[in-house]
């Protein structure tokens, strides 16, 4: 072997040769990177994700494809799906792709030039036991055994710098399976663009989010956000949100669709938390509502439409606990309030939760915890609140109302209801106003306006309502009275206050005017009138609540017209139409049957301990300056009456003036009318204190009242019928400290009674007698009865005083009718009319009685109607004697017979024992007519019977022997004519009285003993 060669190195590389081989190594790096980035790393990331996230999350989660650009630090995820166990997917997108900065590494903070995410899809679910399909991941990740004391502040966020963070075509989905009907929502697309996005504190993102749904709504919020600390500013805006596609969330616990509308929402919120700060502000937000219909599933018509309502909220601040609501506008409002047969009102049905029991959706638990949270979260602030609403505006509403209850069904109509009010706020110097305007059944507008203050709470109203329609309440009347009302207009115009002041009652009041126009009621069962009038209006009202008292100036009914009818069944129409149960037949009767006494004490009532008076509830204090009634009509009907009787007063005027219920014992009153046909009357009065020096009067003055209509009445009591007849009247009353003092003045003209008819309740009286001895030449009555009595007598009764005293004259003309007559002569009680006197045997008149008889024709004469009959009288034994002294004297010429000495006779010889003291038209043995007397009038009349004694007979003078002379019965029959005869032609001689009118009894047997003229008036 060479040595040479044998020392030489074989494989010493040249010189540099190491350097050589670094960009080999380099390249074989960088395919080996390249390889790896490219090729290797993608699929075990990819392999390595799904499976790690499928342990982490317990899910299924599939990743299509991860590249990855190891030069540029790009990064791309295709087709991830993470798919919850009822195979719906929880998380999913496209791809996500991410552009890394490497060189951000070494100087921090890191940053990524772009994150951008196509088609992502998240879906939240609250299952139908109300978990979520997250809520396992809540529980595993959110749950910690530490307490809060253990817990540490959380580590602060890693710098980040995204220079652009971008989603595309996103999806949300948002179902809730606790409703019997799914409800289900999709959000899509979803698009968010954010340049410049940092985690390092202080920075502001810039944002832009904007999407979609399915219910037909598009929204985009645009702004900043800070994440340290936490705090977001932008503007949200929603447009055209329906209604209609959240029926799910409300119709197992609802009775009522949305059937069309949709929600707009415009707002810029500003929330910041943190430790020293909490803000959570809204501004310029409008919220609007458009085309809102709501009914019933089964039915066409809608319950509530609202065409727009529109709230704008400048500012309000959850923390500051303040809020500035600009408007609350409404326009086109629609209810239909129906009001089934069953008495239940649809609309208010409508809003009631249904029958079956439904827990509340899960969404609005959600909403609800939510909300609470949010309340929680900024209840530790302790300022006061302040709200303020500038105006809250209502336009174009109208409410349409149908009631099935009532029979026909009522229909109204409430349009052009506009409401506007301003300036409410919590502040303590608020003053809002409020404006109300409506139209009631097309015709009656209303306005009203408000003015409020809070401190102290005080409200004033002032209302404005005119001629609003009442008739539709007829068919409501039926609930609690037998009327229609079948028109009626009411008014209001005035004002109303109402004060609260601390510590006080509340105060305030009503002025104005009341007005209630065209009134018209009916009995229901015969549509026959009952009530009305043209108007009535109550004028210049001031009411106070405390103290309670009301004055009035004028109380005005312009032409009332009242239907008052006695039924035959006893029952008076206006209590039977005011559901009053009432009987005119049996008032003042006992619960046994018989007459109740006035004076009876009640059946349980014990006579040794009365009961206590209960004391008279107080009345408020009211003053009613004046009370007008102008042009009336009554009507009055008594149907009771056989024939019926009716009497009408047109017109009938009122006036009442100074009424006061603290005074009741005060006043003056004016009271005027016309009968129909004819007949006039007046009353008026002043009434004071009966105690106090100031009188209280009365008078009551009537002109011709025609009698025409009392004929019912005239035939059952008086048992004739009337034909004619009026009356005029003229009563005065004073009542001066308790002392009461009358005059009752009445004159009946042409008081004409017809034929007979049978009665039962006639008194059996010579009624026709009675008249005519009362009525003059003119055929007129005049009656003057004056009363007097002290209202402190208990047995004192004005009724019973007054028609005692015609009772008593009306007795004394039937038991002493020429006592009554002997005052149109100038004769008293105690001349004797009724009867001629003669000297014994004799026919002749004297002077004295031709004096006597003179006074008896002027009675015929100023009383035509009446006639007289003469019954003539011869005593056996008086007049007897004088015919046979007369005969003898005849009978012995030369000597002379001695004249018997003529005596006038003594007060009562006439009269004989067994004969009645007067007669009359009915017989004197009518047991009837006593028994009528006695039970009809007063007890005087029959002690004025009992008190007639006969005188006895004076004995007959002692004669001289004489012839013996017979006096025949035809001889004292004879002497008895020519006494009548004598005495009627007295009468007829003047020639003013009818020789018809005075008769002559004709004698079939001996005359009645006595030796007068008997007269009888017919």
Do not use: C
């Amino acid at each position: 072997m060479d040595r040479k060669n044998a020392t030489k190195p074989v494989d010493a590389p040249p010189r540099g040769g190491a350097w050589r081989r670094w960009p080999l190594r380099i390249a074989i790096l960088l395919v080996l990177y390249t390889v790896l980035g490219f090729l290797v790393v993608p699929p075990i990331v990819r392999a390595v994700a799904a499976s790690q996230l499928r342990k982490l999350l317990e899910r299924d989660v599939k990743i299509e494809k991860v590249r990855f650009n190891p030069f540029t630090f790009v990064a791309e995820v295709d087709g991830l799906a993470i798919t919850d166990p009822d195979g719906e997917e929880l998380l999913a997108w496209k791809q996500v792709r991410v552009d890394f900065q490497f060189t951000s590494i070494f100087h921090g903070p890191w940053r990524v030039r772009e994150i951008t995410i196509i088609g992502p899809a998240v879906r939240a679910q609250i299952n139908p036991d109300y978990s979520f399909n997250f809520s396992d991941l809540i529980e595993k990740f959110g749950s910690s055994d530490e307490s809060d004391a253990d817990r540490e502040e959380p580590a602060p966020m890693p710098l980040l710098v995204i220079d652009s963070l971008e989603i595309r075509d996103g999806t949300a989905t948002y179902a809730d399976l606790t409703a019997s009907t799914p409800f289900r929502l999709r959000i899509h697309p979803v698009n968010l663009r954010a340049p410049d996005f940092s985690t390092v504190p202080g920075h502001t993102n810039n944002f832009d989010l904007q999407g979609a749904t399915d219910a037909g709504g598009q929204f985009s919020f645009a702004g900043s956000l800070l994440l340290t600390p936490p705090e977001i500013h932008g503007r949200f805006d929603l447009q055209g949100l329906n209604l209609t596609n959240f029926t799910a969330l409300y119709q197992d616990f609802a009775r009522f669709q949305v059937r069309d509308g949709a929600i707009a929402l415009a707002t810029e919120p500003h929330l910041r938390l943190s430790s020293s700060n909490r803000l959570a502000q809204i501004k310029n937000t409008r919220f609007a509502l458009r085309d809102l219909k709501v009914g019933l599933p089964d039915a066409t018509e809608n319950l509530a439409e609202l065409d727009a309502l529109t709230v704008e909220v400048p500012s309000a601040d959850a923390w500051q606990r303040e809020a500035h609501v600009r408007g609350v506008l409404i326009d086109g409002v629609r209810l239909a309030v129906h009001r089934e047969p069953n008495r239940q009102i649809e609309l208010i049905e409508a809003a009631k939760p249904t029958e079956t029991t439904h827990a509340a959706p899960g969404s609005a638990q959600l909403v609800f915890t939510a909300f609470t949270n949010a309340i929680a979260l900024f209840s530790g602030n302790t300022n006061v609140g302040v709200a303020r609403l500038d105006a809250f505006v209502l336009t174009n509403a109208a409410v349409n109302v149908l009631d099935d209850v009532p029979t026909p069904p009522v229909r109204a109509t409430v349009s052009d209801i506009a409401l506007t009010v301003r300036n409410v706020s919590t502040l303590p110097d608020a003053a809002p106003t409020a404006r109300l305007s409506l139209v009631w059944q097309t015709n009656g507008p209303l306005a009203v306006e408000l003015t409020a203050k809070v401190n102290p709470p005080t409200l004033e109203v002032a209302i404005d309502l005119e001629r609003w329609d009442l008739s539709v309440a007829d068919a409501y009347l039926a609930d609690f009275a037998r009327a229609r009302l079948d028109q009626a207009e009411l008014s209001i115009n005035g004002r109303a206050r109402l004060e609260v002041p601390d510590g006080a009652e509340p105060s305030g009041g009503f002025e104005g005017e009341v007005h209630l126009a065209n009134l018209k009621t009916l009995h229901h069962t015969n549509d026959a009138g009952l009530l009305g009038w043209d108007a009535l209006s109550v004028r210049g009202i001031k009411a106070n609540l405390h103290p309670l008292g009301a004055t009035i100036d004028q109380i005005e009914v312009v032409s009332p017209i009242l239907w008052g009818i006695l039924h035959p069944n006893g029952t008076v129409n206006l209590l039977t139409a005011a559901n009053i149960t009432n009987s005119v037949v049996t008032a003042g009767a006992s619960t046994n049957g018989t007459p109740a006494s006035d004076n009876a004490p009640p059946a349980d009532a014990s006579p040794a301990a009365p009961a206590a008076a209960a004391s008279p509830p107080t009345l408020p204090p009211v003053y009613i300056a004046t009370l007008l009634l102008t042009n009336g009509v009554l009507h009055l009907a008594d149907e009771m009456s056989e024939p019926h009787a009716r009497i009408t007063v047109n017109p009938l005027n009122v006036v009442l003036r100074h009424l006061s219920t603290t005074n009741l014992q005060s006043g003056d009153f004016e009271i005027s009318g016309k009968f129909e046909p004819a007949g006039t009357f007046k009353i008026d009065g002043a009434v004071r204190p009966l105690d106090g020096p100031e009188p209280t009067w009365v008078t009551l003055i009537t002109q011709w009242i025609d009698l025409a209509p009392t004929s019912p009445y005239v035939q059952r009591f008086l048992g004739f019928e009337l034909d004619r007849g009026a009356v005029s009247t003229d009563l005065r009353y004073t009542v001066t400290q308790r002392q009461l003092q009358g005059t009752n003045n009445v004159v009946l003209d042409q008081f004409t009674l017809g034929r007979q008819v049978e009665s039962p309740d006639a008194f059996k009286l010579p009624i026709k007698l009675g008249l005519k001895i009362l009525q003059d030449r003119e055929g007129r009555i005049n009656l003057t009865v004056p009363v007097e009595g002290s209202l402190d007598d208990p047995q004192f009764n004005l009724g019973q005083v007054i028609s005692g005293a015609f009772a008593n004259l009306f007795t004394k003309v039937l038991i002493s009718p020429f006592s009554i007559l002997g005052g149109l002569v100038g004769g008293g009680d105690q001349e004797e009319l009724d009867r001629v006197e003669f000297e014994p045997g004799e026919s002749n008149l004297d002077a004295r009685r031709l004096a006597q008889v003179g006074k008896i024709e002027k009675i015929l004469h100023e009383r035509p109607a009446l006639a007289l009959e003469l019954l003539g009288t011869a005593d056996p034994d008086r007049d007897g004697e004088a015919i046979r002294q007369a005969r003898l004297a005849a009978m012995t010429p030369t000597t002379p017979a001695p004249q018997p000495e003529t005596q006038p006779a003594a007060p009562g010889e006439s009269v004989q024992s067994g004969e009645p003291a007067y007669t009359d038209a009915a017989p004197p043995d009518d047991d009837d007519y006593a028994r009528n007397l006695e039970r009809r009038f007063l007890e005087a009349w029959k002690a004025t019977m009992d008190a007639a004694a006969l005188e006895a007979k004076e004995d007959q003078a002692e004669t001289t022997p004489a012839p013996v002379i017979e006096i025949t019965q035809d001889d004292l029959r004879q002497l008895a004519q020519q006494r009548a005869e004598a005495v009627r032609a007295a009468i007829l001689e003047s020639g003013r009285i009818q020789a018809d009118r005075v008769t002559i009894q004709e004698l079939a047997g001996p005359p009645p003993r006595g030796i007068e003229v008997r007269l009888s008036l017919q």
